[in-house]
């Protein structure tokens, strides 16, 4: 992906997503030949560095999702909705959904996540970007999110996708407590499922 620079008093440069493989991050786990591997961000600064905005203020965490397909010869399918984040305590998971930023004013609206609780889905929440003195600026923040986004992904044997898959957390900026990052990665040809899950710990800043 080449860099995209705009030009004004109010510059911005989106920076490339590199990955590593998938077994190269701590958490990662291999199925069947089947590699997933997560790595929750967690750092105000690397996200801003990332995203140019803090999703952390705004109770939304970025998870960069991993996955390799190391079979010889079937592909598999992971779908960007079967990625889901459980709160271990409470019991209720966080689906991710992005939807569009716009700017009106030097302000800009995203929605980040679909809270299932009980199965049931709650509208997604929206999410307030504050700060953005030009049009330009929202626009540049919402292409970053987009183009580093997890989007679902059929692999062929030995291809990789990575992305980031946002959530939006129930208990907000000052969430923190154990999760179950739960993927799901399936073979469209015998329709058999594999599940991983990621237990991880938040400490996330309070606001």
Do not use: W
Not at 122 to 145: C, D, K
Request: hydrophobic content about 40%; overall charge negative.
């Amino acid at each position: 992906m080449a860099q995209l620079m705009f030009t004004g008093c109010s510059t911005m440069k989106v920076t490339p997503l590199t990955a590593s493989q998938a077994d190269s991050y701590p958490k990662h786990q291999e199925v069947n030949g089947i590699v997933v591997g997560i790595q929750p961000m967690t750092d105000a600064k690397e996200i801003k560095d990332t995203f140019k905005v803090n999703l952390l203020d705004k109770g939304v965490l970025p998870v960069l999702v991993v996955v390799e397909n190391k079979r010889p010869d079937t592909s598999i399918t992971i779908v960007k909705d079967k990625v889901c984040l459980r709160d271990q305590a409470a019991g209720t998971s966080s689906l991710p959904e992005r939807k569009k930023v716009t700017s009106d004013t030097g302000k800009g609206l995203a929605a980040a996540g679909a809270v299932l609780v009980a199965c049931c889905v709650i509208p997604a929440i929206p999410v307030l970007f504050e700060g953005m003195q030009m049009n330009s600026n929202a626009s540049i923040i919402e292409f970053n999110l987009g183009d580093e986004e997890f989007y679902t992904h059929t692999l062929g044997p030995g291809e990789k996708a990575q992305g980031f898959v946002y959530f939006q957390l129930v208990g907000g900026t000052s969430t923190s407590g154990n999760y179950h990052l739960i993927a799901e990665v399936n073979d469209p040809a015998s329709h058999e499922a594999t599940t991983f899950d990621f237990p991880m710990t938040l400490n996330l800043p309070k606001k």
